[in-house]
Nanobody, 121 residues
């Protein structure tokens, strides 16, 4: 019923920038927190950034000052602007949204399919 579709991944050189986006479609009543996670080769999935409905954001230590998360609630979309990319940013990036399907429904976790970001030297 609800799908999260990501776009914007790809190959970038060290020091370059990329922007990811993720849009929720389907029977969306409201979205609370939106977030980006990533999983690098041989690593566990980690939180990259999270943004609440009011716009307050928090970042993982390794990306603070380089990445910016933002959201457009009218479009059910979350963005991740990634600047000054480094080799360690290479990972599959997943968006996550906490979505209610109607007023009385509980909030549920939804995930995107993942988009690959590869940083080369």
């Amino acid at each position: 019923q609800v799908q999260l579709v990501e776009s914007g991944g790809g190959l970038a050189q060290s020091g370059a920038s990329l922007e990811l986006s993720c849009t929720a479609s389907g029977n969306v009543f409201s979205i609370n927190a939106m977030a980006w996670y990533r999983q690098g080769p041989g690593k566990e999935r980690e939180l990259v950034a999270i943004i609440g409905r009011g716009g307050a954001a928090n970042y993982g230590k390794s990306v603070q000052g380089r990445f910016t998360i933002s959201r457009n609630d009218a479009k059910n979309t979350v963005y991740l602007q990634m600047n000054s990319l480094v080799l360690e940013d290479t990972a599959t990036y997943y968006c996550n949204m906490k979505i209610k399907l109607d007023l009385l429904a509980p909030e549920q976790d939804y995930w995107g399919q993942g988009t690959q970001v590869t940083v080369s030297s």
